[in-house]
């Protein structure tokens, strides 16, 4: 698409990648997204801590866009690190609730769950052992019935 | 069901499994492992040892050539300790395709009759039909020991496992690998390795990067 026009000192909104080369090239200076704050994270963290349900998080991919940011352009975030420990903790809370629910899942036999407010990041994180090990669970379960069709051969 | 193709499937097919020859085998003896000559057939009502897959084969409804029990695992007495605690149990020692090879052991029984079918159903459990409880041990058993799995699977990460992993049987084997496999594209994926280009593990086998020891 079209972008700018690219004015010294006036803020001006890219896509992320372009922000990221520039920034190589040293050519701009990344200002952070709004939610990347120390006391927005903490109060989405203190938020996470606290309700059973997934909380709303302010980018579908803030996992993705903390990594790349703090990676390559910390200096033009104040107080990185904490930020950095901030959204771990949230990511770790969240991933322990994943994990809890699934859990639960599984002992009761659920067919159908409804989870809300999740990010890609984390679905990618647990969905292949949590499918997997309910394609076993359904195999098991299928025995319960045994076949109508018979395998013997007659001599 | 079972995969023909499934190396594990295949490996799981080969244990063995207590049985009792209905009618004499003639020349079967060496076979079977019972004896030394070529010639010598196996007396009925012999007590015999047979892989999975030859059990099956064998067992035709006629029911004239084999009978088989079930063996000890899943019988009753060691019912009682799975459901006291599925997780303290050796899976891997106790057979390492416990869920297969019962999954396999509930078919075994085919009754033309689909009455018949019907009354298993209802937990007659005659002969060496596995009554209705056993089925639904398997998936209590797998149910229980599930969350230890995925915890120890997911939080593991360049640890050595082989203390997790050895009492697990085969299947949740598999299903540890699956998840110790998410967890470290994870870390790799936030090392940044994800987007580095690495040689590929063929090429460095295949010797041809030599050029570095070569001079000098």
Redesign the interface.
């Known amino acids: 698409g079209d972008l700018g026009p690219f004015n010294p000192g006036l803020p001006v909104e890219v896509p992320v990648w372009l922000a990221i080369n520039l920034k190589q090239r040293q050519k701009c200076r990344l200002i952070p997204p709004e939610w990347m704050d120390v006391g927005k994270l903490e109060e989405i963290r203190d938020q996470e801590r606290k309700e059973d349900t997934f909380t709303p998080m302010p980018s579908p991919y803030y996992m993705e866009l903390t ?1 790349l940011l703090l ?1 390559y352009a910390s200096d033009n975030i104040p107080r990185a690190d904490e930020i950095r420990t901030l959204v771990k903790d949230t990511w770790d809370t969240r ?1 322990a609730k994943l ?1 809890l629910s ?2 639960s899942f ?2 009761q ?1 659920e067919v159908h769950a409804k989870l809300d407010n999740l990010t890609l990041m984390e679905i ?6 949590l499918t ?2 309910l394609d ?2 359904y ?3 299928t ?13 | 069901e079972e995969n023909f193709l499934s190396l594990d499937d295949i490996l799981m097919s080969q244990e063995k499994l207590p049985g009792r020859a209905e009618s004499a085998l003639p020349r079967l003896a060496v076979l079977l492992g019972q004896g030394a000559g070529s010639a010598e057939s196996v007396p009925e009502g012999s007590k015999l040892e047979i892989p999975l897959w030859l059990a099956k084969g064998l067992h035709d409804s006629k029911r004239r050539i084999i009978s088989v029990e079930l063996p000890k695992i899943y019988k009753e007495a060691w019912r009682t300790v799975f459901n006291a605690d599925a997780n303290v149990v050796d899976l891997h020692k106790m057979g390492p395709y416990y869920y297969g090879f019962g999954s396999q052991l509930l078919n075994f029984e085919n009754p033309e009759n689909p009455e018949i079918a019907q009354t298993i159903l209802q937990a007659t459990g005659g002969g060496s039909v596995l009554p209705i409880s056993d089925s639904v041990c398997f998936l209590q058993t797998f149910i229980a020991r599930f969350r230890r799995i995925m915890d120890s699977s997911q939080n593991a990460y360049n640890e050595d496992t082989s203390a997790l992993v050895a009492r697990l049987d085969e299947l949740e084997r598999a299903l540890f690998q699956v998840g110790q496999k998410g967890l470290n594209d994870f870390q790799c994926w936030e090392k940044g390795q994800a987007s580095q280009i690495t040689a590929s593990s063929l090429v460095q086998n295949y010797g041809k990067r030599k050029l570095a020891e070569v001079d000098g």
């Open positions: 990594k990676n991933m994990r699934a859990d599984v002992r036999q990618n994180s647990a969905g292949t052992f997997q090990a076993h669970m195999k098991l379960r025995n319960l019935q045994p076949g109508e069709s018979s395998h013997s051969q007659d001599f």
